[in-house]
């Protein structure tokens, strides 16, 4: 179980984070839109914290992702300085800030969803599980891209930033490809201290 200490400091990081993001950002409609997971989403475990707290790994990637997410907020996906570098790094077509932030897109889902199946006994631990948390990581992934497809309908030329197609006619498919790899890899590569943390939950809360 994550010690209190380490909750108040990603609290902490991610309210930093959002503070900085929301000064000045380069479209302020395109915050909304990037931010809106973490306005949602960081309210929600505040309130779930005591009742049904999260593993440490899980707790380290959602707030990971909850930066990666208000970054990309306040610069647009497309002009990130990070994901710029890596352009000119590996002399790259486009902005990969995007791409990375599908993968991630599709580790947070599958392992919060992986975790919750386990826990509350949905399935047992087993290949379905890993099967069941990669469905809703690309169903998430694919909830997302109808979003965007909202978005655009909505607000049109204005959501540009928010889509970060960047010219790219199969951004989508690319987006929910990258989404399913990042699910699967999430599960190989932190299978087993997941799973260690998971049954920490059943030795009862320590220090």
């Keep these: 179980?994550?010690?209190?200490?380490?909750?108040?400091?990603?609290?902490?990081?991610?309210?930093?984070?959002?503070?900085?993001?929301?000064?000045?950002?380069?479209?302020?409609?395109?915050?909304?839109?990037?931010?809106?997971?973490?306005?949602?989403?960081?309210?929600?475990?505040?309130?779930?914290?005591?009742?049904?707290?999260?593993?440490?790994?899980?707790?380290?990637?959602?707030?990971?992702?909850?930066?990666?997410?208000?970054?990309?907020?306040h610069y647009t996906y497309a002009l990130t300085p990070l994901g710029l570098w890596l352009q000119d790094v590996f002399d790259l077509s486009r902005n990969p800030y995007d791409r990375l932030g599908h993968v991630l897109q599709g580790i947070t889902p599958a392992l919060l969803a992986r975790e919750l199946f386990i826990r509350l006994q949905v399935v047992k631990e087993n290949g379905w599980s890993f099967f069941l948390a990669a469905s809703v990581a690309l169903a998430f992934s694919a909830f997302y891209e109808l979003m965007e497809w909202s978005a655009a309908m909505a607000y049109g030329a204005e959501a540009e930033h928010f889509l970060a197609m960047q010219g790219?006619?199969?951004?989508?498919?690319?987006?929910?490809?990258?989404?399913?790899?990042?699910?699967?890899?999430?599960?190989?590569?932190?299978?087993?201290?997941?799973?260690?943390?998971?049954?920490?939950?059943?030795?009862?809360?320590?220090?």
């Design 168 to 207: 790219d006619i199969w951004d989508t498919q690319w987006d929910m490809l990258l989404a399913l790899l990042g699910a699967v890899l999430a599960q190989v590569v932190f299978g087993g201290i997941h799973r260690r943390q998971i049954r920490e939950f059943e030795r009862g809360p320590h220090e």
């Design 1 to 73: 179980m994550t010690s209190r200490r380490e909750l108040v400091a990603l609290l902490v990081l991610v309210l930093g984070v959002m503070a900085w993001s929301w000064v000045e950002p380069a479209d302020r409609l395109t915050w909304w839109l990037e931010a809106l997971p973490v306005v949602i989403g960081l309210p929600l475990m505040l309130f779930t914290v005591r009742a049904f707290p999260l593993s440490p790994l899980l707790n380290r990637i959602i707030a990971l992702h909850m930066v990666f997410l208000l970054v990309g907020a």
